[in-house]
């Protein structure tokens, strides 16, 4: 039996939401014991000494995308575990909107073997709730689900048809699989570069008003009502959808909301003067959403804080503003931008790590 025992660590418990000087004690790869800043004397670990620096789980990542198979060039199993423990993410949840879509076993099987050999950290994988993503039919979820998905979505893809994504989330319900959703209404998304208001007016940019995400979160709510399915909204950008989530959560829905750091530490005039690299999906919002936003998740409205890491290349980001690929990479500075949250006194340690790496529930 190994043991290791750190000392004079500050122990962030997300747990206890605690943020104290103590010692923890490690055996076989698991917590054993928590002491306070003494502890008894015990034979055999080996003594780790972290002069005062935090102690806190390994992260968590919901949403990454890895652009194997058919993208490597932009994302590969290997370099996203490098930029993952470059980050002090420990597992990574990966998205099926890949070419072409993980809608099958076999694919995501090949996968998974691909991420055990290449990756170098925890690597677990969603697959598509629709055949190619395309909205039309769903795909085999128990397969699936014995093949090891986690969780089933579309990503940013919103599957339209009331039909199909009801008849998916009975399915799943029945399953008890999870289904991971993108909430905006998708006619009004359609072609959007930025958020609509004075700032897109005066760049002569495409808008999407808040209030799409508030009509997909209304719509999404009601299926879950009529079929009963667990579910996940990926990202929460705006103040308008946060009160429909409270009251589908205080309704006893099994309903649970995520969101990305970049809508956490930015808003829409980050993007200045067309910087492509700040081009998301959804896009940024204004200050007063961001707070909102910040808000919720200190109060626990928002349960998970993610990177949506959406690697692309040179040349899908140097193009015109409106033509330019959505998604910006996340996984090394997860951390360190949820860190200025803290800074900056928004929110403590002890909720930080509760929404990145406690609340996951995969």
Do not use: W
């Amino acid at each position: 039996m190994s043991k290791t025992l750190f000392i004079n660590a500050r122990l962030i418990d997300p747990e206890a939401q605690t943020d104290a000087m103590g010692a923890l004690l490690v055996e076989d790869g698991r917590i054993a014991a928590v002491y306070g800043e003494t502890h008894p004397d015990i034979t055999g670990p080996a003594i780790v000494d972290c002069q005062g620096q935090c102690l806190a789980p390994g992260i968590v990542d919901i949403g990454v995308k890895v652009s194997e198979p058919g993208e490597r060039h932009k994302e590969s199993f290997r370099s996203a575990g490098r930029a993952a423990i470059a980050g002090g993410v420990t597992t990574i949840v990966t998205r099926p909107d890949t070419r072409p879509a993980i809608d099958t076993p076999e694919t995501l099987e090949y996968l998974r073997r691909r991420a055990t050999d290449d990756a170098g950290i925890n690597v677990l994988h969603m697959a598509a709730l629709t055949k190619g993503r395309e909205g039309r039919e769903m795909t085999e979820i128990g397969f699936l689900q014995d093949a090891g998905a986690v969780a089933f979505s579309d990503a940013d893809r919103v599957v339209s048809d009331t039909k199909v994504i009801s008849r998916a989330l009975t399915y799943a319900a029945s399953l008890n699989a999870l289904v991971i959703g993108h909430v905006q209404e998708p006619i009004l998304s359609k072609g959007a570069a930025v958020t609509s208001g004075k700032f897109a007016s005066l760049r002569g940019l495409p808008g999407v008003s808040p209030m799409a995400e508030r009509m997909g979160i209304d719509r999404d709510i009601a299926l879950l009502e009529m079929t009963g399915a667990a579910y996940h909204i990926d990202q929460i950008t705006t103040a308008r959808a946060l009160p429909p989530l409270e009251r589908a959560k205080a309704n006893g829905l099994n309903i649970t909301a995520g969101v990305g750091i970049h809508h956490l530490t930015l808003n829409e005039l980050d993007v200045a003067d067309y910087r492509t690299f700040f081009k998301l999906k959804p896009p940024l919002r204004s200050e007063t959403d961001r707070l909102a936003v910040v808000e919720a998740v200190a109060s626990g409205l928002i349960d998970v804080i993610c990177s949506m890491h959406t690697p692309q290349d040179e040349e899908s980001k140097r193009l015109p503003y409106q033509e330019a690929a959505s998604g910006a990479v996340g996984l090394q500075t997860l951390l360190p931008a949820a860190l200025r949250l803290y800074h900056e006194d928004q929110l403590t340690l002890p909720q930080l790590f509760r929404a990145m790496a406690l609340n996951q529930m995969l």
